[in-house]
């Protein structure tokens, strides 16, 4: 029996749950990603919980056969990310960071030398130059992964202890 894949569809902006609830309907294994953040709203700051990847919807199919015959006809994807126009996977380093569930906040502490010290969160399965730069004013740490072979640069949420 083949292993499974994941696959990164993309899909209309704002659509994201309601793809996945129609793939889900027809019997596919989807994730939309979702991030624990703190925003600052009138003064405080407040936690909130958002689509990590909007505008993708991940999907698990053993082929881009079978992965076809799951999207095929499904309102609000655009196409499915590859590679040549020919559905690719995602890499197992990238199956391994973007399937692990929601994401928590990262919890990082500032070294004397000023460099970063990871203690726990989604930052720990990212490489030294993956991340870009930490702002502890903004709670934010900038970083760059792939998803489908795309490079995307994102700010993750972290807390400064």
Not at 29 to 46: A, D, F, I, Q, Y
Not at 112 to 136: F, M
């Amino acid at each position: 029996m083949d292993r499974c894949h994941w696959y990164v569809l993309q899909v209309l902006t704002g659509s994201e749950d309601d793809v996945s609830r129609d793939l889900a309907r027809r019997g596919a294994t989807v994730l939309t990603p979702r991030e624990h953040v703190t925003v600052r709203k009138g003064g405080k700051w407040n936690s909130r919980v958002r689509l990590l990847l909007p505008g993708y919807v991940l999907i698990r199919a053993s082929s881009p056969v079978s992965l076809y015959g799951m999207v095929h006809a499904v309102s609000g994807i655009i196409r499915v990310l590859g590679n040549r126009g020919r559905p690719s996977p995602l890499t197992p380093e990238e199956e391994r960071y973007w399937t692990t569930g929601d994401w928590e906040i990262s919890r990082v502490h500032r070294e004397p030398d000023g460099s970063w010290d990871i203690l726990d969160g989604p930052l720990l399965q990212l490489k030294d130059d993956q991340i870009v730069r930490v702002s502890p004013h903004q709670r934010r740490a900038r970083v760059r992964m792939t998803v489908g072979g795309i490079t995307i640069t994102k700010d993750l949420a972290v807390e400064v202890v």
